[in-house]
């Protein structure tokens, strides 16, 4: 090596030496934050960073488990929601706390290792692990021999004292008229496709009963992974497909549902008075009453207003170039913006709702279309109380990817128990680098409109304090392959690995052969506690996995009591 070499070295070790580096340990951690040394970091991320040191670093596999499957915490951690083994009731289990399997775990070491061996010594914590995290408080029954509980189902109000759950049961075609089919001129064909009677309860989760019901029957509504339903607040809206509307309900303290305005042919109540007088006007007042609305020529409301602002857009555009060809689009388009129907909604705030509209093919049967993105699609940002349309953007509008990358977390209207936001957008971000300007704006906007309560809340999943590989954990509540290998987690400031996820690998290996079973994994993450649950699924089979902090440098002699 020359000696330039050998200088540029030193100093390269120099400055890298110099370099200021933050204190991992704890204890200064917890004394930074009890004297307020960090006076430029926000207390919420002063806190958040606590969680690298207290990590989930112990797994213990394949743990027995009640007859039930198991869905998601509640968002304040209090409760394990799950559904019995016949999908009929609701399953709740009280959360004790993280430390409550210390005593249990007394006798294994976590030193040498970060997962329990699959030995039969080790049989009794297996099978009174569970337990000890969890006590079962309620079974609530929600749905009938009959009826189907939609699993993947589930909201809980922002006070954590109400969830909303769904169960349907096919609707009787041979007692639904024609017209309960088709309750307006923009109702879906129905092809092979049967509609459906919903049930949406709310329940008590602290007193584990059904405190009211919404029945909305003859339908077409995708509750799966909360698709056709959002709640902000206590603002509950549903979207009908069939029937092209979405029905709005408050929900009050005392745990009832109050209707509040139904939003489709008609958009307020106004509407139908203005459109029985103009029929009376007309000399047509026979026909107020007579005509179907599945037979009405007119656009309805929502769709009127819509088109209405499209052509006002288009005349201003006109005027203020100078130039016809923005009208001349309008007339071109205008059989697309009238194929149009609505496919997905978010309440964005308190009056506003965003919506998608798709092609009516696209509806009908999404298979038949190979590549939908061509087709003309809009979204609508639309004010319910004020009954009028606040904008319109294409599917691949600038302004509202600027607002969607602006605004990530008030879209997906995160809680502050996570900043894992982060991590989803720049993974999107980086594509948008590869790919086409518009295309990838394209593909970033065709996650809108978010569904609600979709995302998994945890600091562990916070890019900026953890480095992982994120095509093995979803971020929203969607099944994932398994790895082969256990889930690896980074320290993002010094790049030591903190902890594993042993998902299986060693315990299961001796069960089934490789390659001859789909390995499909969950994790349900506590929202503050370092406590992962992941559910693997082997075809029919179902194990659960626990991973969780375990500090027990000296291991007790005296053995575990059965």
């Excluded at 609701?90 to 706390?97: D, H, T």
């Excluded at 008030?410 to 936001?421: E, H, L």
Aim: one cysteine or more; glycine letters at 2%; proline letters at 3%.
């Amino acid at each position: 090596m020359s000696s330039d070499d050998d200088d540029g070295s030193r100093r390269l070790a120099k400055i890298i030496n110099q370099r200021k580096r933050c204190r991992q340990n704890i204890v200064f951690k917890l004394f930074d934050r009890q004297y307020g040394s960090s006076t430029n970091v926000h207390p919420f991320i002063k806190n958040n960073k606590l969680y690298q040191n207290l990590v989930p670093n112990f797994s213990v596999e394949s743990v027995e488990r009640p007859n039930c499957y198991f869905r998601k915490f509640t968002n304040d951690g209090r409760y394990l929601m799950g559904f019995s083994a016949d999908a009929t009731s609701v399953e709740l289990y009280q959360y004790k706390g993280a430390s409550e399997a210390n005593e249990l775990m007394s006798t294994i070491s976590s030193i040498d290792t970060d997962s329990l061996r699959p030995s039969v010594e080790n049989t009794t914590i297996r099978h009174r692990l569970f337990n000890c995290f969890f006590k079962h408080k309620h079974s609530i029954k929600v749905a009938t021999s009959n009826q189907l509980f939609v699993r993947d189902c589930c909201l809980f109000t922002d006070d954590n004292r109400y969830m909303i759950v769904l169960s349907i049961n096919i609707s009787n075609d041979s007692i639904n008229s024609f017209y309960e089919r088709y309750q307006n001129n923009e109702s879906i064909s129905i092809n092979s496709r049967n509609l459906e009677d919903y049930d949406f309860m709310l329940i008590d989760i602290d007193q584990g009963k059904i405190t009211d019901t919404i029945k909305i029957n003859c339908d077409k509504i995708f509750g799966t992974f909360n698709h056709g339903i959002y709640l902000y607040k206590n603002l509950f809206a549903i979207l009908s497909i069939q029937h092209q509307s979405i029905y709005l309900f408050h929900l009050l303290p005392t745990g009832k549902f109050v209707f509040a305005q139904k939003i489709g042919r008609f958009c307020c109540e106004g509407d139908e008075v203005i459109y029985n007088n103009s029929l009376r006007n007309e000399g047509k007042s026979s026909r107020v009453n007579s005509v179907p609305a599945f037979r009405e020529k007119s656009f309805n409301s929502l769709k009127h207003r819509i088109l209405v602002f499209a052509f006002k857009r288009a005349q201003r555009l006109c005027e203020k170039y100078g130039s016809k060809q923005p009208l001349l689009e309008f007339y071109r388009d205008f059989d697309n913006y009238a194929n149009l129907r609505l496919w997905k909604i978010q309440l964005i705030d308190e009056q506003h709702i965003l919506m998608k509209y798709e092609q009516k093919k696209f509806l009908i049967n999404k298979m038949e279309v190979n590549n939908h993105l061509k087709l003309l699609n809009l979204f609508v940002l639309y004010n319910w109380k004020k009954a009028e349309v606040f904008n319109i953007y294409s599917q691949s509008s600038p302004i509202l990817m600027k607002a969607y990358e602006n605004y990530f977390d008030f879209f997906r209207q995160t809680s502050m128990t996570s900043n894992a936001s982060i991590s989803f957008f720049n993974n999107d971000q980086i594509k948008m680098f590869l790919f086409n300007k518009i295309n990838s704006t394209r593909h970033v906007l065709a996650t809108l409109p978010q569904t609600a309560q979709s995302f998994i809340v945890s600091p562990y999943l916070d890019s900026s304090l953890f480095l992982y590989d994120d095509r093995l954990i979803s971020f929203n509540e969607k099944p994932c392959l398994n790895s082969d290998m256990p889930i690896r987690f980074f320290d993002r400031t010094t790049g030591r690995l903190v902890f594993r996820l042993h998902t299986g690998q060693q315990y299961l290996v001796r069960l089934f052969q490789p390659n001859t079973f789909r390995k499909m994994i969950n994790f349900i993450f506590h929202p503050t506690d370092p406590l992962i649950i992941s559910i693997q699924r082997l075809n029919s089979f179902q194990y659960l996995h626990f991973h969780f902090r375990h500090f027990n440098p000296i291991a007790s002699e005296e053995p575990i009591s059965t």
